[in-house]
C-alpha cells in the first residue's frame, strides 16, 4: 500500500541550501544523465511512455506519445521549451519547485532534450518572480561549469544549451503557442493549429512544449524506472503530482501524493477547514476548471474522475472556501481576470468576456433581473467552443458552474438589493468566529 | 550616420532630448549581447525592454527605436510587443514597485482590503506613483503564490500573508529607506535593479532567502513525522528484475 503522501519531487525542500549544484548532486543529482545517455534516445522516450507519465500543466496529455511526435526525419533543429509560465488562478507548485530545487528541472530538461534530440532547450519562466529566476540563472550557470549543460555533457557527444527566458506579464502566454510567440519576440498571441508545435513550433521547427512539473518528473522515472512510476496513482492517472491547497483551510501549502488522493483527505492532512467554518465550493484545478462543492468532496482526484464529477483535474489547484465567501464576487473576479488577459485575437473571447462582466457586475449589485442568469448562460454559450484558444472556454467554467450550483445565490443578490456578505469576514485576519 | 548611437543621435537632433533618455553605449552593447543569446535575435526582445525599463525607468521611445535598430525590425513592431504585456510601462515607475494580488483567493482572503489601505494611505490610485517617486502602486493577478494568500510583490518579490496593517509597514520602511527582506527571498532592491535580472543579468544573489516558505513544506513535514514515503525503485542495483511488493 502506497503512503498517503510521497515526497519525491518535495522530497529535498527542506534540505539546506537545495537550490545549489552541491546539495543537489549529494543526494544523487544528475546520476540520471549517466544512465539515459547509456540508452538510446527512443528508448527513453519508451521509459516515459511506459511510466504513464501525463503532463501536469493542466491538459494531461501523454508525455512520452508528445515527445514520439516529432519528426526525427525532419532536418531542422527540435527544440524544447519548458513553461514555467504559472499563471493559471490558483495554481502555485511550479514556482516554489524553482525556487528550491532548480536543478531538479535542468536535470529534466536534459534528460527530456536528449530523448527529442534537441540541442537547445528554453525556460520560458514568468517575469514576476523574481528570486525564483536569480535561483534558475545560477542552476543553469552551475550546471555548464559542471559540465552537466554545454558540449560533450559527461563525455557522451551529446551538447545542449539552455537558456532562461523571463516573460513580461501575460497569462495567455501560458497557453502554449502563444508562449512560442512571447519567445520569438512577437505579441503573445495563440497560433493556428495545425501545424502542432510538433511539426512546426519555435522558429517553424518541431518543438516539444512542457509543464515545469512534467519535465522535473522525467529524472525520477529515469533513475527508478517506469514501473515504479506507474506503482502510483490510478490505472489511467499514474504517478504522484503536487496538491496545492490554498484558502480558507488550516494549513495551506503543497501537498505531494499519488494522482487519486481525494479532497477530503488532503483536507485532513491540511489540519481541515479553518477553525468553525466549512467549506463552500473549491476548483480542483485552477479558475479555468468547474467549480465543485463538499458534494464532491470523494471524487478521486485523477484525469478520469474529475471529469466524469463534471470539472477537470487541471493544475491541482485546489482553491478552498468556505460559507463567508460570496460565489458571486468570486466568480465576478475571476471573470475580470479573464477579459483583463483576453490577448483579443479572436471575438468571442474578446468581447464575450466584455459583456459577460458588465452582466455579472450589474447582478453582483443587485441590479438586473433573474434573466440575466440565463442571459449570462447564453453568452457562456457563445464564447465556450467557439473561441480559438481553451482561454475563452476558461472564462466561461467559474460562471456556469456557480450557477448551476449556487443559484440562489445570484438570486440573494437581486433580493437583497447587492451583496448579502461581510467582505471582511473572509478574510485570513478576520476575528475568529466572524461570520457572513 | 555613426552606427555607433544611431538611436541618441537621431533623437537629439530631432528633439534635443533630454541626456537621461539617450541610451549609452553600455546599454546598446548589452541589448546586442541579449540579441545575440538566441537562435535567432528577435527572441532576445522581450529581455531587452526589460533592459530597457533598468537603464531608463520605462519603455522609452528612445528604447524602443534602439530595439528596433538592432534587431532590424521596425519601431511599430517593436511598440506592439511593449504595449502587450503588462510588465512594461509607458510612465516611470518609483524605486518600489508594489503589487497587491486581486485576483479572486487573494482578494476574499484579505487582498481587496490591502490594496484600498494602500491607496487611501499611499494617496495614490492604480497604476499611480507617489509624489516622491519612491512607490508605484497596483492590483496584480495570480502570481503563484495561493499558498501564501494574501500576496503582495515588491519588485516581484514575494511578501507572503500581508494583513493591511503589515503592507503600511512594508511601505513606510521602504519610504524610510529601511531595509526590508521578502518573505521568501533576499533584500530587496530597487525595480531597476530587478528588471536588470529579468534582462539575464543575474545580480549574484541567488543564494539568499530561504529553500523554502513554511507554506510550500507543509506535506513534506507530515510526510517526515509519519515516515511517509514514495515506494522504492523497481530496479535493482544490479539491473536485474526485482521483486514486487
Ligand atoms: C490560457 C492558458 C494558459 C495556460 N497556462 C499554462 C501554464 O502557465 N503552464 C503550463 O504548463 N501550461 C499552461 N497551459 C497549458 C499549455 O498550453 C500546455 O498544454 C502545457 O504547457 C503542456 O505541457 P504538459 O503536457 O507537460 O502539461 C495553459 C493553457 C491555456 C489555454
Ligand atoms: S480565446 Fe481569448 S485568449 Fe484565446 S485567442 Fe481568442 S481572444 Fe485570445
Known sequence: ?436 | MSTEYPVAQGQAQAEAAAPSDVLDATTLAELREIAARYPEPRSGLLPMLHLVQSAQGRITPEGIEACAEVLGISAAEVNGVATFYTMYKRRPVGDYHVGVCTNTLCAVMGGDLIFERLKEHLEVGNDETTEDGSITLEHIECNAACDYAPVMMVNWEFMDNQTPESAVQVVDDLRAGKPVHSTRGPRLCTWREAERVLAGFPDDRADEGPTAGPASLAGLRIAREKGWTAPASTLASSGEETDRD
Open chain 1, 1 to 436: 500500500m502506497t503512503d498517503a503522501l510521497t515526497p519525491v519531487l518535495t522530497d529535498n525542500w527542506d534540505a539546506e541550501r537545495a537550490w545549489t549544484l552541491a546539495a543537489y548532486e549529494e543526494r544523487g543529482g544528475y546520476a540520471a544523465l549517466d544512465k539515459a545517455f547509456a540508452m538510446a534516445p527512443d528508448d527513453v522516450i519508451d521509459a516515459v511512455k511506459e511510466s504513464g507519465l501525463r503532463g501536469r500543466g493542466g491538459a494531461g496529455f501523454p508525455t512520452g506519445m508528445k515527445w514520439g511526435f516529432i519528426p526525427q526525419d525532419n532536418p531542422r533543429p527540435k527544440y524544447l521549451v519548458v513553461n514555467a509560465d504559472e499563471s493559471e488562478p490558483g495554481t502555485c507548485k511550479d514556482i516554489p519547485l524553482m525556487m528550491a530545487s532548480p536543478h531538479t528541472l535542468v536535470e529534466g530538461v536534459i534528460l527530456s532534450a536528449y530523448a527529442i534530440r534537441a540541442n537547445t532547450a528554453f525556460i520560458y519562466v514568468r517575469g514576476e518572480v523574481l528570486h525564483v529566476i536569480r535561483r534558475l540563472q545560477r542552476a543553469v550557470q552551475e550546471a555548464y561549469l559542471a559540465g552537466h549543460l554545454g558540449t560533450d555533457i559527461h563525455g557522451s557527444g551529446y551538447h545542449l544549451d539552455l537558456i532562461v527566458h523571463a516573460g513580461a506579464g501575460a497569462y495567455i502566454c501560458g497557453e502554449e503557442t502563444a508562449l512560442l510567440e512571447g519567445l520569438e519576440g512577437r505579441r503573445g498571441q495563440p497560433r493556428l493549429r495545425p501545424p502542432f508545435p510538433a511539426v512546426a513550433g519555435l522558429y517553424a521547427s518541431p518543438t516539444v512544449i512542457n509543464n515545469v512539473e512534467s519535465i522535473a518528473s522525467v529524472p525520477s522515472i529515469i533513475a527508478n524506472g517506469p514501473a515504479w512510476f506507474a506503482g502510483m496513482g490510478t490505472e489511467k492517472s499514474k504517478g504522484f503530482g503536487i496538491f496545492s491547497l490554498s484558502g480558507h483551510v488550516r494549513n495551506p501549502g503543497q501537498y505531494e501524493a499519488p494522482l487519486g488522493i481525494t479532497l477530503r483527505e488532503l483536507i485532513d492532512l491540511a489540519g481541515g477547514i479553518r477553525e468553525g467554518h466549512e467549506l463552500k465550493f473549491w476548483t480542483p484545478g485552477g479558475s479555468s476548471t468547474p467549480l465543485l462543492t463538499p458534494e464532491h468532496l470523494d471524487v478521486p482526484l485523477d484525469f478520469e474522475s474529475v471529469g466524469a464529477a463534471g470539472s477537470m483535474l487541471g493544475t491541482r489547484a485546489l482553491q478552498l472556501f468556505d460559507e463567508t465567501t460570496c460565489v458571486v464576487r468570486a466568480v465576478l473576479r475571476w471573470t475580470e481576470f479573464y477579459k483583463h488577459e483576453s490577448c483579443g485575437k479572436c471575438t468571442p473571447c474578446r468581447e464575450g468576456t466584455w459583456w459577460l462582466t458588465q452582466t455579472l457586475a450589474r447582478l453582483e449589485k443587485g441590479q438586473g433581473t433573474e434573466a440575466d442568469l440565463d442571459l449570462l448562460l447564453d453568452q457562456c454559450d457563445n464564447i465556450l467552443g467557439r473561441s480559438f484558444c481553451a482561454l475563452g472556454d476558461g472564462a466561461t467554467s467559474p460562471i456556469s458552474s456557480s450557477i448551476k450550483h449556487f443559484r440562489d445565490e445570484y438570486l440573494a443578490h437581486l433580493t437583497n438589493g447587492g451583496c448579502p456578505f461581510d467582505p471582511v469576514a473572509s478574510t485570513a485576519f478576520a476575528p475568529a468566529g466572524a461570520s457572513a
